[in-house]
T-cell receptor
């Protein structure tokens, strides 16, 4: 069965500092991996995705993620956070019969 | 990516009543999904809405409580029936046309049951 673990429930980071969010997955085959962001009161927006090829993928809003098969990880990074990056971030893996499995989410707080 | 709208954006309902949530997509899509997001929680898949056939429900969700319609490739509805305060959640629809699982989400419907 596929599953996703996001070890960090809450991260606080200063504006302008770097950010890394961890994601570990369990999947029986080559995974398709996704990061979504949910700003307060909003739906989920797809930040980036990994299907195959280059293990470092670039997304929107200056985010990137690196797929490491040996570690079963797909960590999300941003070199310099902005106050508008305060949100909930979800890692997802799939598909299993077209369905995705979502992690519990990481809440990011940005302090001035 | 598809543009997805949901109606209503929020509602406050009385216990025992029902609410129908609409999901409209600006293009034809193969798969539509309905999720529930309880306060402070991650997403839980309720069902997959298939055009021209019955929805496929996940464990813990039943058709009598969450009837779903999918009359065409751009529209679906989810009804939350006989509501109780435990049904207070955000309900999100998503769509996918890719076998790789990539999904795009609507803005959600915030439901409060009193």
């Amino acid at each position: 069965a596929q599953s996703v673990t996001q070890p960090d429930i809450h991260i606080t980071v200063s504006e302008g500092a770097s950010l890394e969010l961890r994601c570990n997955y369990s999947y029986g085959a080559t995974p398709y991996l996704f990061w979504y962001v949910q700003s307060p009161g909003q739906g989920l927006q797809l930040l980036l995705k990994y299907f195959s090829g280059d293990t470092l993928v670039q997304g929107i809003k200056g985010f990137e993620a690196e797929f490491k098969r040996s570690q079963s990880s797909f960590n999300l990074r941003k070199p310099s956070v902005h106050w508008s990056d305060a949100a909930e971030y979800f890692c997802a893996v799939g598909p299993n019969d077209y369905k995705l499995s979502f992690g519990a989410g990481t809440t990011v707080t940005v302090r001035a | 990516s598809a543009v997805i709208s949901q109606k209503p954006s929020r509602d406050i309902c009385q216990r025992g009543t029902s609410l129908t949530i609409q999901c409209q997509v600006d293009s034809q899509v193969t798969m539509m999904f309905w999720y529930r997001q309880q306060p402070g929680q991650s997403l839980t898949l309720i069902a997959t809405a298939n055009q021209g056939s019955e929805a496929t429900y996940e464990s813990g969700f039943v058709i009598d409580k969450f009837p779903i319609s999918r009359p065409n490739l751009t529209f679906s509805t989810l009804t939350v029936s006989n509501m109780s305060p435990e049904d207070s959640s955000i309900y999100l629809c998503s769509v996918s046309s890719s076998g790789r699982g990539e999904q795009y989400f609507g803005p959600g419907t915030r439901l409060t049951v009193t």
